[in-house]
């Protein structure tokens, strides 16, 4: 319940931001990546407050990272429920997304905007580039998050993890969109394709598979990466 209801408000924070700045007749429209990066941030320090309050004192919000602790600690009896209920909370904070901006989908025309309001697309579209990006991404996510944990404990840590992720998407989030998390990408997406959401277009399927390999590819190698080296 901590991993569902943590990445549902990572979601409605996180999404709710591309939604406002992108949606047309929203206050927020037009504010820009500075906004919705700063906003991504916010959303997974929230995330992880809510996350352990209901119960997940690991408060992951992220396949990624699930995978990423798995290796490091050797432990893997989290792994599927965690992934299942992060899942789950991404469909709900898209659901509740929809809702919130109800009356916007119909006024505004491109189905691409539409889109990026649940899920990523790349700047540039290019495999082994979109995928390189992501891989980057993610591998600065967990070696940072490991390393904020090891210093810090648990209670600036939310704080500092919502920092690094502002950081990811103001310094690396261009090409991609900065994805760096299956389900953020994945769970939205399949709500976007069963909502009825007014004038939307296809879903990106062709791409989809990125933003879900490569940040799994990133964790593996950021966990092997601190595996070595010892600490």
Not at 66 to 76: E, M
Not at 84 to 97: E, F
């Amino acid at each position: 319940m901590g991993e569902l209801m943590g990445t549902l408000i990572l979601i409605l924070l996180g999404n709710g931001v591309v939604a406002n700045v992108v949606l047309k007749g929203t206050k927020g429209n037009g504010s820009g990546w500075m906004v919705i990066a700063t906003a991504w941030g916010f959303a997974v320090t929230m995330g992880i407050f809510v996350s352990q309050k209901f119960g997940s004192q690991e408060a992951h919000l992220n396949p990624a990272v699930t995978l990423a602790f798995a290796i490091y600690k050797n432990d893997w009896s989290n792994v599927l429920p965690f992934i299942a209920a992060q899942m789950i909370g991404a469909i709900l904070g898209s659901t509740l997304v929809w809702l919130t901006h109800l009356s916007h989908w119909k006024v505004t025309e491109s189905p691409v905007d539409k889109l990026a309001c649940f899920s990523t697309a790349p700047a540039i579209r290019n495999t082994t580039s979109n995928m390189i990006a992501e891989i980057i991404g993610t591998m600065v996510l967990i070696i940072g998050v490991m390393a904020i944990y090891a210093e810090t404990g648990s209670g600036l840590s939310p704080v500092l993890v919502g920092f690094l992720v502002w950081s990811i998407g103001l310094s690396l989030g261009g090409p991609t969109g900065y994805a760096i998390n299956p389900a953020r990408d994945l769970g939205p997406r399949i709500a976007h394709a069963i909502l009825p959401i007014a004038g939307k277009g296809g879903g990106d399927w062709g791409y989809a598979w990125i933003p879900v390999v490569a940040p799994f590819i990133g964790a593996a190698l950021a966990a092997l990466f601190v595996l070595g080296f010892g600490v």
